[in-house]
């Protein structure tokens, strides 16, 4: 496993944008999948974008054209940039990591990962 730190949540305004941060505590980042999920109060914990090896995305259809992952290996840190946010966007956004053999390998089910960052709060005002 690996410890995750996930920063850049805040309270923004609809239309606006935010930029999460996921650092991870871990030599060999590179081979590990990334992922980011959201949980609003009362809901299960949902699947926002993912980001394999070789830097394939995967998105959840309502952030796709809205939101995009990316990762820096240099720096262990994936990011979620999040545009034109909306009030329904509002949750605690977790960082999630999982090794993977295979550099095309993509995981999207909270149960594929195996570290969680402590989540950071997005809350988009109307």
């Known amino acids: 496993q690996v410890h995750l730190v996930e920063s850049g949540g805040g309270l923004v305004q609809a239309g606006d944008s935010l930029r999460l941060s996921c650092a991870a505590s871990?030599?060999?980042?590179?081979?590990?999948?990334m992922g980011w999920f959201r949980q609003a109060p009362g809901k299960e914990r949902q699947f926002v974008a993912a980001i394999n090896r070789s830097g394939g995305t995967l998105y959840e259809d309502s952030a796709k054209g809205r939101f995009t992952i990316s990762r820096d290996n240099a720096k262990n840190t994936v990011y979620l940039e999040m545009n034109s946010l909306k009030p329904e966007d509002t949750a605690m956004y977790y960082c999630a990591g999982q090794y993977a053999s295979a550099i095309y390998t993509v995981f999207q089910r909270p149960t594929d990962f195996g570290s969680w960052g402590q989540g950071t709060q997005v809350t988009v005002s109307s």
């Open positions: 871990t030599h060999t980042f590179s081979t590990y999948v």
